[in-house]
């Protein structure tokens, strides 16, 4: 199995601020990543897929980039709804795989 | 505008099975790009892909090989839905399980990626 790695668990940050996760692959996943944000009692939401692809209606402020086993997501200007979990995920290979998630916190 | 809606029990004892629907608008189970997916989480786990189905020329299922002697998931196109079934539950199982398409429409420019979300359904594992 492919083995997502995030970094880091948790995170403090203000808003206006720009932060950065990074996910690490196991072995070569090309593009196959994909970012989700999780709110507390909700399901996952589809941000960015592909690495770089920006999901329809989420807003600019979030990208992703990176290929093979080092990717990121960037929040410029974070949001007082931004403060919530977010997750990386593979589906480069079965079993699809995750990230253990990063809890982003209002400082 | 594509939604799933999950259905099913929210307790389950020890041993039996546990068995989840998700009924899709939108779009059809027979779909040439999708995937349709179950997954759960807890706490101690995290996020966990179980399995999924799909439809090319043929019906596929695909499992986690941690589940697979317990497992299945089958489409019904009839309904336009697809479920989950698990056998042999233990406490471990105690999660919140979700349905997601996975999507690789037109030239798969999404590689897979899960697009769309049931709005979960928490199953505890308990007598």
């Known amino acids: 199995d492919i083995e997502m790695t995030q970094s880091p668990s948790s995170l403090s940050a203000s808003v206006r601020d720009r932060v950065t996760i990074t996910c690490r692959a196991s072995q070569n996943i090309g593009y196959y990543l994909n970012w989700y944000q999780q709110e507390p009692g909700k399901a996952p939401k589809l941000l960015i897929y592909s690495a770089s692809g920006l999901q329809s209606g989420v807003p600019s402020r979030f990208s992703g980039s990176g290929s093979g086993t080092d990717f990121t997501l960037t929040i410029t200007s974070l949001q007082p709804e931004d403060f919530t979990t977010y997750f990386c995920q593979q589906t480069h290979s079965l079993p699809v795989t995750s990230g253990q998630g990063t809890r982003l916190e209002i400082k | 505008q594509v939604q799933l809606q999950q259905s099913g029990p929210g307790l389950v004892k020890p041993s039996q099975t546990l068995s989840l629907t998700c009924a899709i608008s939108?779009?059809?189970?027979?779909?040439?790009?999708?995937?349709w997916n179950w997954v759960r989480q807890s706490p101690s786990r995290g996020l966990e892909w179980l399995g999924r189905?799909?439809?090319?020329?043929?019906?596929?299922?695909e499992y986690t090989q941690f589940l697979k002697s317990r497992i299945t998931i089958n489409p019904d196109t009839s309904k336009n839905q697809f479920s989950l079934q698990l056998n042999s539950v233990t406490p471990e199982d105690t999660a919140v399980y979700y349905c997601a398409r996975g999507n690789c429409d037109g030239d798969c420019q999404k590689r897979g990626a899960f697009d769309i979300w049931g709005q979960g359904t928490m199953v505890t594992v308990s007598s």
């Open positions: 189905t799909y439809h090319r020329s043929k019906w596929y299922n």
């Open positions: 939108g779009d059809s189970v027979s779909s040439y790009g999708a995937s």
